[in-house]
């Protein structure tokens, strides 16, 4: 008995912490929201969702402080169909799936709908900001996803992401020098070409003088 209830109890590291406080903040927030629903009509119809949203951000953020290293999961293989179970040809057709009611997605619309809310941004930015969030975030990156619509409630900035690890890829090899072309070399065959003005002192004008060629 004593080895099942230390199997299933909540792990008491810093990550556990943290949803607790978490846990505290929504607490707050939603005890808040439903005093204030009642005189804010605009509250009032989303405090259903919104009530959810945050109870499942609760939950989620719990289960990723039991298990901050994300654990592979195998999907099971799927029976091969069977033709016996197959739908009969007059059967109705699927119903369309109904519109999913979101919540608002501008920056900071539950804090300029509802301001009493306020304090409990300021409590979460505050979570934030703290070292051990700063360590949880990059063990469990998929947390994100549960706090960042929080981010956009309260109107918060999530701090900056730690700087990605070393690139530990083979150095790129530098590159060649640049290829010169090849000095000409002065042929000893070849006749040299005399300039005009030492053919012109040598042999006189150019109907006079031989051609420019000379051996």
Known sequence: MFMLAAATSPSTTGAWALAERFARI???????MAT???????????????????????ERFAAIAAHPVARSRRRPAEPAPNAADAAPTDAAPPRPPAPRRTLPRTYGWLARMSPETVPFGIDFAYLLAQPEMTELLATAPRLWRVLRPLCRMFGITPPEAPPPAPDTALPQA?????????????????????????????????RHRPPPFAR
Request: glycine share 4%.
């Open 26 to 32: 929504i607490g707050g927030l939603r005890e808040v």
């Open 36 to 58: 204030r629903a009642e005189h804010n009509p605009v509250l009032m119809e989303i405090a259903a969702r919104l009530w959810n949203r945050l109870t499942e951000a609760t």
């Open 174 to 206: 530098a590159d060649p020098p640049p290829r010169r072309a090849p000095q000409a070399t002065p042929d000893p065959d070849r006749p040299a070409r005399r300039s005009e003005a030492a053919a012109t002192r040598d042999h006189g004008p150019q």
